[in-house]
């Protein structure tokens, strides 16, 4: 069936340090792919998307290159700030019928100073 | 603009109270989803609306749980008898079905604490 594997957090970086969270799903066919960010005490938020192969999703500057060959949708930032702590959400829809999302665990960033 | 508002924001219970939330989509979106987030772990659908239809609802939704969308706008999901269990967070998120991408916008969420 559907799902969503993340790396397991919480992440710790420094200010400036490079970021990566890895997704991997499996899913019937080639859905579209996303990244949500939940920041604390708020609701999710829609970080990036992409929705074919290759495709790279782009925001704040976060990235993320849907790769088919590996099933694979894995999020970097070149350099981290204070503000980007939060919570990651890798996710993807069902194909057809309710199109419900199916989501990670989550991966817990901490930026520090 | 408003987006996706949920009340009320927190909701402790006793054990065995009925609880009922409430979720405004954004007014043009016909897809309405409501989630069900536990500590540590990612959303899981519970069940969605097209319009008034509910046309789906997952295994995690007991015969305590039920959703209504009376008049395709907002919905409401109420618990009876809550249990410990039932301590989640509780999003819904709606959508404009027929758009390419279908793109799900998340409410801040009802936190529900059962004592």
Known sequence: ????????????LSEE????????YTATGYPSLFWYVQYPGEGLQLLLKATKADDKGSNKGFEATYRKETTSFHLEKGSVQVSDSAVYFCAHPTQGGSEKLVFGKGTKLTVNP | DTGVSQNPRHKITKRGQNVTFRCDPISEHNRLYWYRQ??????EFLTYFQNE???????????RFSAERPKGSFSTLEIQRTEQGDSAMYLCASSLFGTRLNEQFFGPGTRLTVL
């Open chain 2, 38 to 43: 536990t500590l540590g772990q990612g959303p």
């Open chain 1, 1 to 12: 069936g559907d799902s969503v594997t993340q790396m397991e957090g919480p992440v710790t």
């Open chain 2, 53 to 63: 239809a509910q046309l789906e609802k997952s295994r995690l939704l007991s015969d």
């Open chain 1, 17 to 24: 340090a490079f970021l990566t969270i890895n997704c991997t």
